[in-house]
C-alpha cells in the first residue's frame, strides 16, 4: 500500500512538471503591457476590452502629480512602461531627452474622429515633422463670469484688471501661469518672456492683485468664495472642472475663452522609446481614442475629449484659441517674482 502509495504520489509531480512545461510556454508568451496614467484615465471595463481585443495582459499604474510620473518613469529598478499619459510639457521634456517612439498616424486610425484642433502641429509633441504623442483629454483656463451681473460675456482677459470689478475678481495663486496670464493679456509670447519684459509684467500683476478680492488654490476654494462674496468674475485654473462645481453649488455662471486665448493642459498618450512592444502600445493608443471610451471618459470624469466640442464652448464661448502649456523660461525667476507679487510689493519696485 505504501509503495503503490508512493508510485502513484510520483506519477503525480512528473504529471504536474508535464503540466507546467507544457503551459509554462503558452503562460509567459502572453504579451503584458505596462500603462503609466492618471486616475481615471483607463477604467478595468476599457482595460479588459482592450485585452480581449488583442489576448494580452495590462498593468496600468496609476499616479497622482507630475513629480511623481517622472520618478516612475525614472526609476531603473521599476518594470518599464510601455506607454504614458503625461501633458505636453512633460512630453516635451521627454522628446528632449530623446525618451519617446515616434508614431505612425497611419496605424492609429482613430485620430481622424478627432477635432481638427488636435489633428494639427502641437507644440512639444511634434518634431521634424514627426508626431510623438495623441491628444487625449485636456482642461483650458477660461472666464467663469456671474451671468446677474454680465449683461453680456466679457470678451477679453483685461477684464480681470477693470477696476469696474474691484474686490470682485479671483485668480489662481500660482507663479508659472501668472506670468503667462498676464503675457497673453499683452498680447506677448506666454511661455517665453524675455527677461527685460518680466519686471513690466510684474507690475502689471501688481495692478492685477489690487484688483482682486482674492486668490484660490483649490477649486472648491473658489466656490467658497463665491459663495461668501459676490464675485464677479474668475479666472479659472480648473477650468470647466469649477463651472460644474458652480452650477451644481446653484449659482448662475457662464464660461468663455476670450479672445487672447486661454491657458489649457493638454493630457497626450506616449509610447515609450524604450518599450519592447511599441506596435502593440500604438494599439493602445487608438483603443484609448475610440467613441466608447473618449466619450465615457467625459461622462464619468467630466474631463473634456478630443472627439468633440465641450458643451461650455459653443461658438459664442470660444472667442479665442486654447494656448498649450509649454516649458516657460525661467520658473524659478517667476516664482520669486510672483512671492513679492504676493506679499504686498508695489509696483515701482521691480
Not at 5 to 32: F, I, K
Not at 59 to 67: A, F, L, N, P, R
Not at 119 to 145: C, H
Not at 174 to 181: D, E, Q, R, V, W
Amino acid at each position: 500500500m505504501l509503495a503503490s502509495h508512493g508510485l502513484r504520489r510520483r506519477a503525480v509531480l512528473v504529471g504536474a512538471a508535464q503540466a507546467a512545461l507544457w503551459c509554462g510556454p503558452a503562460h509567459a508568451a502572453v504579451p503584458v503591457l505596462r500603462v503609466l496614467a492618471w486616475p481615471g484615465y483607463a477604467d478595468p471595463d476599457w482595460v479588459q476590452a482592450f485585452e480581449a481585443r488583442h489576448g494580452v495582459q495590462v498593468e496600468v499604474t496609476i499616479v497622482g502629480s507630475d513629480e511623481v510620473l517622472r520618478a516612475k518613469l525614472a526609476d531603473s529598478r521599476g518594470p518599464g512602461y510601455d506607454v504614458v499619459a503625461a501633458n505636453t510639457v512633460e512630453l516635451a521634456a521627454l522628446l528632449a531627452r530623446d525618451e519617446l517612439a515616434p508614431l505612425t498616424l497611419a496605424d492609429l486610425p482613430q485620430v481622424a474622429r478627432q477635432l481638427p484642433r488636435f489633428r494639427g502641429p502641437i507644440e512639444g509633441i511634434v518634431r521634424n515633422g514627426k508626431t510623438y504623442a495623441v491628444p487625449y483629454t485636456y482642461s483650458e483656463m477660461g472666464l467663469v463670469y456671474d451671468r446677474q451681473q454680465f449683461s453680456a460675456p466679457p470678451q477679453s482677459l483685461s477684464v480681470l484688471w477693470d477696476p469696474r470689478w474691484r474686490g470682485k475678481v479671483l485668480a489662481f495663486d500660482g507663479a508659472t501661469h501668472a506670468f503667462s496670464l498676464a503675457a497673453l493679456e499683452q498680447g506677448q509670447l506666454p511661455f517665453r518672456i524675455a527677461q527685460d519684459q518680466l519686471a513690466p509684467l510684474a507690475r502689471h500683476l501688481v495692478r492685477l492683485r489690487r484688483n482682486l478680492l482674492s486668490l484660490y488654490s483649490l477649486p472648491e476654494e473658489s466656490v467658497d468664495l463665491f459663495r461668501r462674496h459676490r464675485v464677479a468674475v474668475m479666472h479659472a485654473n480648473y477650468g470647466q472642472q469649477q463651472l460644474k462645481l458652480l452650477r451644481d453649488a446653484g449659482f448662475n455662471v457662464g464660461y468663455v475663452v476670450p479672445r487672447e486665448g486661454a491657458l489649457a493642459w493638454l493630457d497626450c498618450w506616449a509610447v515609450l522609446r524604450r518599450s519592447a512592444q511599441q506596435a502593440l502600445a500604438a494599439q493602445w493608443v487608438n483603443h484609448m481614442l475610440h467613441p466608447s471610451v473618449s466619450l465615457e471618459l467625459t461622462r464619468r470624469q467630466g474631463l473634456a475629449n478630443t472627439l468633440e466640442e465641450p458643451a461650455a464652448l459653443d461658438s459664442e464661448s470660444l472667442l479665442g484659441p486654447i494656448v498649450w502649456l509649454q516649458p516657460v523660461e525661467d520658473e524659478a525667476q517667476r516664482t520669486r517674482l510672483w512671492q513679492r507679487i504676493v506679499a504686498g510689493d508695489r509696483p515701482e519696485r521691480f
